[in-house]
């Protein structure tokens, strides 16, 4: 029995390795890029000085913290079908088991990392300068709060989408190949049973 040699990895799994690194950096990176475009366009309620580092919102009823959700999960729910369409064409289709294995593994755990980067980079662009202007701020001065995630299970819309990309992929081309004609016997056309 042959023995490896640490230099000597198996094709089949540094093949699997690599799919599986590549495919959570590549949804990592989506995730920052979404949360620079969340950072963009969801819109932050309008806040007014009350006192020194106590800020209230001007419209209670406001609806910038449900449009703030929403944009999350319309950009997790692009970013997660991409990710299932582009993955799964590109290192699932056409592969040995070890490696659609372990890049479904990679495209799942991106898709939640990079969920959590959106969150992260979303919600720490804008954080520091209201910080500041908390702290600062005349009394009735009044200016945007950060940008926050009210509904934390928005973070599930990019991993799910990009799981329900993959099974419907995986159930779509799995279908068994019709079955031929049989063979007609020599005698004649078969007369079906009734």
């Known amino acids: 029995m042959a023995q490896l040699t640490q230099r000597e990895t198996p094709a089949p799994v540094r093949t699997a390795v690599v799919g599986l690194v590549v495919a959570v950096a590549v949804s990592v990176l989506l995730g920052l890029l ?3 475009i969340w950072h963009v366009v969801a819109p932050r309620p309008l806040l007014q000085q009350v ?7 001007v419209n209670p009823e406001t609806r910038a913290f449900m449009g703030a959700d929403a944009w999350f999960c319309a950009i997790g729910a ?5 990710i299932g369409i582009i993955g799964y064409r590109i290192g699932i289709a056409r592969r040995s088991f070890a490696a659609r294995t372990a890049v479904t593994i990679g495209l799942i755990l991106g898709a939640v990392a ?7 980079l979303g919600q720490e662009i804008g954080f520091s300068a209201y910080q500041h202007q908390l702290a600062d701020a005349a009394t009735s001065a009044t200016y945007t ?5 009210g509904s934390k299970s928005a ?3 990019w991993p799910l989408l990009t799981s329900v990309v993959i099974v419907l ?3 779509g081309g799995s279908q068994p190949a ?3 004609d049989p063979v007609q016997p020599s005698g004649g056309p078969t007369v079906p049973y009734a």
């Open 34 to 36: 979404g949360g620079l």
């Open 51 to 57: 006192s020194a580092g106590t800020a209230e919102v």
């Open 78 to 82: 692009v970013a997660g079908l991409l």
């Open 114 to 120: 990079g969920s959590y980067a959106m969150l992260w």
């Open 145 to 149: 709060a950060s940008l926050t995630l």
């Open 155 to 157: 973070l599930a819309f």
């Open 169 to 171: 992929a995986e159930l």
């Open 178 to 180: 019709p079955a031929a």
